[in-house]
């Protein structure tokens, strides 16, 4: 059978577009290998009428809203290649099998390359956070750790600041501050630590203290880190598609990438910001591309 679309990635921007698509009459299989970004996460925000939904009960919602449909199938397995050949593609699971579709949208999200701090990720999810827009609101006023190895950390604290006055930079040992940036900062009360952090203290995800390498000690309850992003699959670049200075695939208006019949959403083209609600409307914005190309090659 030849699918009108093959979805891949099945966070909000694949579900979205698969319900969109699916009320479109489309054809439509979601892959999804269940391995969502924001799993470590308890809550999500910003989505209105969704705010704080665990993201386990929002995928649930989905699959249920999707599921009025039957022209979409979520099929909980991995794609392991794609390609294309003339207007078609062949993309191959993880078990072996074949299966063809006249469009593909890419909506794979990203991966985290977080700084190398000793039980960081006991923390990550529960009080350290990477998005203040998210997670700011439920931080706000305390004190505060900003972890970051990279110059945007300074763009970082300046946003953290609209929730928390009380904060600390940490650059783990990297020098990525410049003199006037500190000067700017110190202005405003934020201390700079460039020391490297031993380990980070407290219970059950919730953060206490933040040691450092010779053996200073700051009191903090939480904060954001800055992770480095990258993509969370090859295909955007095995097929050959455009990116942007920050990694993500290039689109147009609806999605499409420079490969004709590839579209892309959500994280894996709009690398920030990064939330739910923008993901999800990038997964709308690809699905009606798709229906918006299949409809006019079929009246041509």
Same mark, same amino acid.
Request: glycine share 10%.
């Given at each position: 059978?030849?699918? /009108?679309?093959?979805?891949?990635?099945?966070?909000?921007?694949?579900?979205?577009?698969a319900?969109?698509?699916?009320?479109?009459?489309? *054809?439509?299989? %979601?892959?999804? +290998? +269940?391995?969502?970004?924001?799993?470590?996460?308890?809550?999500?925000?910003?989505?209105?009428?969704? /705010?704080?939904?665990?993201?386990?009960? $929002?995928?649930?919602?989905?699959?249920?809203?999707?599921?009025?449909?039957?022209?979409?199938?979520?099929?909980?397995? *991995?794609?392991? /290649?794609?390609k294309?050949?003339g207007?078609?593609f062949n993309?191959v699971?993880?078990? &072996?099998?074949?299966?063809?579709? @006249?469009?593909?949208?890419l909506?794979?999200?990203?991966k985290? =390359?977080?700084?190398?701090?000793? *039980?960081?990720?006991?923390?990550?999810? @529960?009080? %350290?956070?990477?998005?203040?827009?998210?997670?700011?609101w #439920?931080?706000?006023?305390?004190?505060?750790?900003?972890?970051?190895?990279?110059?945007?950390?300074?763009?970082?604290v300046?946003?953290?600041?609209?929730?928390?006055?009380?904060?600390?930079i940490?650059?783990?040992?990297?020098?990525?501050?410049?003199?006037?940036?500190?000067?700017v900062?110190?202005?405003?009360? =934020?201390?700079?630590?460039?020391? @490297?952090?031993?380990?980070?203290?407290?219970?059950?995800?919730?953060?206490?203290?933040?040691? $450092?390498?010779?053996?200073?000690?700051?009191?903090?309850? &939480? &904060?954001?880190?800055?992770?480095?992003?990258?993509?969370?699959? $090859?295909?955007?670049?095995?097929?050959?598609?455009?990116?942007?200075?920050?990694?993500? %695939?290039?689109? /147009?208006?609806?999605?499409?990438?420079?490969?004709?019949?590839?579209?892309?959403?959500?994280?894996t083209?709009?690398?920030?910001?990064?939330?739910? =609600? =923008?993901?999800?409307?990038?997964?709308?914005?690809?699905a009606?591309?798709?229906n918006?190309?299949?409809?006019?090659e #079929? $009246? +041509?």
């Amino acid at each position: 059978m030849m699918l /009108d679309c093959v979805i891949v990635g099945g966070g909000p921007a694949g579900l979205n577009a698969a319900l969109v698509l699916g009320r479109a009459r489309r *054809k439509v299989v %979601l892959f999804d +290998n +269940n391995s969502p970004r924001n799993a470590v996460t308890n809550e999500s925000h910003g989505f209105i009428t969704r /705010d704080g939904i665990k993201p386990s009960e $929002f995928r649930k919602i989905a699959h249920y809203d999707i599921g009025k449909y039957p022209s979409v199938v979520i099929r909980n397995e *991995k794609i392991f /290649d794609i390609k294309k050949r003339g207007t078609i593609f062949n993309l191959v699971t993880e078990e &072996g099998e074949c299966i063809q579709a @006249k469009k593909v949208i890419l909506a794979t999200g990203l991966k985290e =390359i977080h700084p190398s701090v000793e *039980k960081l990720m006991d923390y990550y999810g @529960k009080s %350290l956070f990477s998005c203040p827009y998210c997670d700011g609101w #439920e931080l706000k006023d305390r004190p505060l750790i900003v972890l970051s190895e990279h110059p945007s950390v300074f763009h970082m604290v300046k946003i953290v600041y609209n929730w928390s006055k009380n904060l600390i930079i940490c650059t783990n040992g990297h020098k990525v501050l410049t003199l006037e940036q500190k000067e700017v900062l110190q202005r405003k009360g =934020i201390k700079i630590i460039e020391q @490297k952090i031993r380990t980070l203290v407290g219970e059950n995800g919730l953060l206490e203290a933040v040691i $450092f390498e010779d053996d200073q000690i700051e009191k903090m309850s &939480g &904060g954001f880190v800055t992770p480095e992003w990258i993509q969370a699959s $090859f295909f955007g670049k095995s097929l050959g598609c455009e990116v942007n200075q920050l990694g993500g %695939l290039i689109t /147009d208006e609806l999605g499409r990438t420079n490969i004709e019949g590839i579209y892309a959403a959500g994280d894996t083209s709009v690398i920030a910001p990064s939330q739910v =609600i =923008i993901a999800a409307a990038q997964g709308s914005r690809a699905a009606i591309g798709v229906n918006s190309d299949l409809t006019q090659e #079929e $009246f +041509n």
